[in-house]
């Protein structure tokens, strides 16, 4: 039986459907996932404990493993995994992206970097220290994004107007680098931030597969609600995408040489980009697949065969060496919709679901928020309330379902209570 190793967080969204794409594929799973490894296997799935501020050392589990169980395959769920994944494959002579790429791919400064040099379009942009973000305000102009260099899902960027709003969207950001979750990570590039040029244009995303260098473009995703801050939180995607053949071809086009400049050779890439009279800007090409429950939104079918595969089977596959070509998606559009979380507080329930499962074109609707847990929006935030999907004949009809379910659902999202205890008695 063959065996791919997947590496990710433990309460990754993905890892049930790549679990039962396993089953019907008859692939065995071996999962690399971040957790103490003074305690025994707690979720009794056989993991091999990680740490990914720790590469060394998750690297020598790793391989210490497939001593035992061979490994045929990686696959990487994040962006951090996808670093220790790059780094397994070359050290177990299997096809993957090479360690540089997937560390350019996952700082924005190295990738800016990489993309200017190759001629492909980039705003003005420069890094600032969180120590001194001030040094920030001589060399910006306006309208400006300040990003972190490694957080993903447009968590911690913000735009800025003039200099007071730069200001304040600076010490926003250093103060979400200082928390302690981030700073759990260990991670250099959180001390430093980038600042650039805004960006007009419609923005788009881009699942594809990279097969030995040879980029094959799965879906290209509209996002049909305005992206112009001052955060950045993405909720609709949309395929096949309305901008017409000739944007579509060329925002492949970007997309490709944009994989290549950072390096980036085999395995599921997800990449944003924004398209405007000028051309494309690309945001960035992630070396890994698509995020959070969104693979759910995709379908393919191989040649002429009548049965439809998930992401995450096509993802298997071709860990285990088949070609990314002979996959088409789906001839329906399809969406996904990330709920938003409008407001900071306690998360309490949420009633619609079945009104919303109703609405003609909803394929599926998962609510991930648990009760009693703390909402945070962007930028601050890292997560949604749920997910929608819908399919329909058209990309307008799978949107108009997703705006529809969405609209029938009320959440209940009580203010956050803070309690201070006093120095004294």
């Known amino acids: 039986m063959s065996?791919?190793?997947?590496?990710?967080?433990?309460?990754?969204?993905?890892?049930?459907?790549?679990?039962?794409?396993?089953?019907?594929?008859?692939?065995?799973?071996?999962?690399?996932?971040?957790?103490?490894?003074?305690?025994?296997?707690?979720?009794?799935?056989?993991?091999?404990?990680?740490?990914?501020?720790?590469?060394?050392?998750?690297?020598?589990?790793?391989?210490?493993?497939?001593?035992?169980?061979?490994?045929?395959?990686?696959?990487?769920?994040?962006d951090r995994p996808a670093m220790i994944a790059a780094r397994v494959a070359e050290r177990l002579g299997l096809p993957g992206h090479p360690p540089h790429a997937a560390a350019a791919a996952h700082n924005k400064l190295m990738a800016r970097?990489?993309?200017?040099?190759?001629?492909?379009?980039?705003?003005?942009?420069?890094?600032?220290?969180?120590?001194?973000?001030?040094?920030a305000l001589a060399d910006a102009r306006y309208p400006c994004v300040v990003k972190p260099l490694a957080l993903s899902a447009s968590r911690g960027v913000i735009r800025a107007d003039n200099e007071q709003e730069l200001v304040a969207a600076l010490f926003r950001l250093r103060a979400l680098l200082q928390s302690p979750d981030v700073r759990r990570e260990k991670h250099a590039a959180h001390e430093r931030a980038i600042v650039e040029g805004f960006i007009e244009g419609a923005e788009f995303a881009v699942e594809g597969l990279l097969d030995r260098g040879t980029l094959h473009a799965l879906a290209v995703f509209?996002?049909?609600?305005?992206?112009?801050?001052?955060?950045?939180?993405?909720?609709?995607?949309?395929?096949p995408s309305r901008a017409g053949a000739a944007i579509e071809s060329a925002i492949v086009e970007a997309v490709r040489r944009a994989a290549a400049a950072l390096g980036l050779w085999h395995g599921p890439i997800h990449a944003e980009c924004r398209a405007n009279g000028r051309g494309v800007y690309?945001?960035?090409?992630?070396?890994?697949?698509?995020?959070?429950?969104?693979?759910?939104?995709?379908?393919?079918?191989?040649?002429?065969?009548?049965?439809?595969?998930?992401?995450?089977?096509?993802?298997?596959?071709?860990?285990?060496?088949?070609?990314?070509?002979?996959?088409?998606?789906?001839?329906?559009?399809?969406?996904?919709?990330?709920?938003?979380?409008?407001?900071?507080?306690?998360?309490?329930?949420?009633?619609?679901?079945?009104?919303?499962?109703?609405?003609?074109?909803?394929?599926?609707?998962?609510?991930?928020?648990?009760?009693?847990?703390?909402?945070?929006?962007?930028?601050?935030?890292?997560?949604?309330?749920?997910?929608?999907?819908?399919?329909?004949?058209?990309?307008?009809?799978?949107?108009?379902?997703?705006?529809?379910?969405?609209?029938?659902?009320?959440?209940?999202?009580?203010?956050?209570v803070r309690v201070l205890q006093s120095r004294h008695g």
């Open 222 to 239: 509209d996002k049909p609600d305005p992206l112009d801050g001052p955060f950045f939180e993405e909720t609709i995607y949309v395929t």
């Open 113 to 135: 970097d990489r993309f200017r040099a190759a001629g492909l379009l980039t705003p003005w942009f420069f890094s600032v220290p969180m120590v001194e973000p001030s040094l």
């Open 282 to 416: 690309i945001l960035e090409v992630a070396a890994r697949p698509i995020g959070g429950l969104c693979a759910r939104a995709l379908r393919f079918r191989r040649d002429a065969a009548p049965s439809l595969l998930s992401l995450e089977e096509i993802l298997l596959r071709h860990a285990l060496g088949e070609p990314g070509r002979q996959w088409s998606r789906e001839q329906d559009a399809a969406g996904v919709m990330m709920i938003p979380i409008p407001r900071r507080g306690v998360f309490r329930g949420v009633e619609g679901i079945d009104s919303a499962r109703r609405v003609p074109g909803i394929d599926d609707l998962r609510i991930t928020a648990k009760p009693d847990q703390l909402l945070l929006p962007l930028p601050e935030g890292a997560s949604y309330l749920g997910f929608i999907f819908s399919r329909g004949p058209t990309a307008a009809s799978a949107e108009r379902a997703l705006r529809e379910a969405h609209a029938a659902l009320t959440f209940t999202i009580d203010p956050e």
């Open 3 to 78: 065996r791919v190793l997947i590496l990710s967080a433990t309460t990754g969204y993905q890892l049930r459907a790549f679990g039962e794409a396993a089953e019907q594929l008859g692939v065995d799973l071996v999962y690399g996932t971040d957790r103490c490894h003074m305690i025994e296997d707690p979720w009794r799935d056989g993991a091999v404990p990680i740490r990914f501020e720790d590469e060394e050392a998750s690297l020598a589990a790793i391989v210490g493993r497939a001593r035992a169980q061979p490994i045929d395959g990686v696959l990487a769920l994040g």
